[in-house]
T-cell receptor, first 114, second 113 residues
């Protein structure tokens, strides 16, 4: 099976702009989670989607949003970008919405905000 | 704040030696997982240990879990240069729905040939 794919892999945006990142999970996986990784805050949970419904949400401002489509592909959007949004954004997929399953991570999208 | 804290933050060993890293967490968990990350790339799942398990093995990896101390350890035996990476523990909180993981700060491991 193909792994989790994320597009684009690298992105440079200007403060104030918005950005959309895409994640395609492993075929058959219905749960998609998003994480932000920065040197200062480490890996932080953004949100999780299962069957097009948001199941969990982390402690991030409303500028961060996401959605999941019927084919389980997911997108996350960040509006009004700030310098502090520069990070590696990781997407993970899992077969079910129960934590007893391991998660499979994509290679990430590295976002730089200037 | 992060649920898990890892110790040490960095570790440098010679090829063939064992590497041990520890993870402590604060609240009751469903399970604890260990992941590896190479040079700011995606995370690779290594092992999952459930809250009712005390020890688990996978190849050269050995994980222990002590729920009374809220701690876990990852042992990599006979390390190789390819084991150079950052290692993260991640917990799934007891009673929480879904797949939310809370990660520790990670241990950077350098295996010198």
């Amino acid at each position: 099976k193909a792994g989790v794919t994320q597009t684009p892999r690298y992105l440079i945006k200007t403060r104030g702009q918005q950005v959309t990142l895409s994640c395609s999970p492993i075929s058959g996986h219905r749960s998609v989670s998003w994480y932000q990784q920065t040197p200062g805050q480490g890996l932080q949970f953004l949100f999780e989607y299962f069957s097009e419904t948001q199941r969990n949400k982390g402690n991030f401002p409303g500028r961060f949003s996401g959605r999941q489509f019927s084919n389980s592909r997911s997108e996350m959007n960040v509006s009004t970008l700030e310098l502090g949004d520069s990070a590696l954004y990781l997407c993970a997929s899992s077969p079910q919405d129960r934590s007893s399953y391991e998660q499979y991570f994509g290679p990430g999208t590295r976002l730089t905000v200037t | 704040s992060q649920q898990g804290e890892e110790d040490p933050q960095a570790l440098s060993i010679q090829e063939g030696e064992n590497a041990t890293m520890n993870c402590s967490y604060k609240t009751s968990i469903n399970n604890l997982q260990w992941y590896r990350q190479n040079s700011g790339r995606g995370l690779v799942h290594l092992i999952l240990i459930r809250s009712n398990e005390r020890e688990k093995h996978s190849g050269r990896l050995r994980v222990t879990l002590d729920t009374s101390k809220k701690s876990s350890s990852l042992l990599i035996t006979a390390s190789r240069a390819a084991d150079t990476a950052s290692y993260f523990c991640a917990t799934s909180l007891r009673g929480a729905a879904g797949n939310k993981l809370t990660f520790g700060g990670g241990t950077r491991v350098l295996v010198k040939p």
